[in-house]
């Protein structure tokens, strides 16, 4: 059974400074999701990352994968108050297509 | 462009009362669409999936069932609905099973 486990689950930060969420999985893994939740809304599409090494940024965020630690991390960037929101990793084992297994989120807080 | 739409957007149902929510989507032929349950404060975990009419996969038994009348609506039922059913529902659609999902707005469903 696939577990995905996500740190911390809950993260207070102050604008202007950085920090990195992290998702780590069990097992073997095609590809992986960031997805990002605002209270009360769905989710938002954020990063696909297909490969060992694979990077994507998008403002302020970034994403990597390491396939061979089975960890995938979200790096922010001088933060702003407008990234609280909770984050999801989400990961698609190896052989099963579509199945998405998510993680238990991370709610961040950016404080002014 | 493509847009889902999910129907109702709340619902408040006594328990054992029946449930039907509906998902469509526009702008694409032939998705791949998808269930989603999120509880309070929780993941999201995958309910079902389909890759075409008629055709659906079943990731949790439980007193939920669904169907896909036709290519673009997905409905999500119960006969009787427990207590436990309350949460957070959502529905996905991606075009091909090692595409991004993208996420409906989400029924939120009080069970009392």
């Known amino acids: 059974e696939l577990k995905v486990e996500q740190n911390p689950l809950f993260l207070s930060m102050q604008e202007g400074k950085n920090y990195t969420i992290y998702c780590n999985y069990s097992?073997?893994?095609?590809?992986l999701y960031w997805y990002r939740q605002d209270p009360g809304k769905s989710l938002e599409s954020l990063f696909v990352?297909?490969?060992?090494?694979a990077v994507k940024q998008e403002g302020r965020l970034m994403a990597s994968l390491d396939t061979k630690a089975r960890l995938s991390t979200l790096h922010i960037t001088a933060a702003v108050h407008d990234l609280s929101a909770t984050y999801f990793c989400a990961v698609v084992l190896t052989g099963t297509a579509s199945k998405l297994t998510f993680g238990t989120g991370t709610r961040l807080q950016v404080t002014l | 462009s493509q847009t889902i739409h999910q129907w109702p957007a709340t619902l408040v149902q006594p328990v054992g009362s029946p449930l039907s929510l509906e998902c469509t989507v526009e702008g694409t032929s032939n998705p791949n669409l998808y269930w989603y349950r999120q509880a309070a404060g929780r993941g999201l975990q995958l309910l079902f999936y389909s890759v075409g009419i008629g055709q659906i996969s079943s990731e949790v038994p439980q007193n939920l069932s669904a169907s896909r009348p036709q290519d673009r609506q997905f409905i999500l039922s119960s006969k009787k609905l427990l207590l436990s059913d309350s949460g957070f529902y959502l529905c996905?659609?991606?075009?091909?099973?090692?595409?991004?999902?993208?996420f409906g707005p989400g029924t939120r469903l009080l069970v009392l």
């Open positions: 996905a659609w991606s075009a091909g099973l090692e595409e991004t999902q993208y």
């Open positions: 990352l297909l490969s060992n090494g």
């Open positions: 097992t073997t893994s095609d590809r």
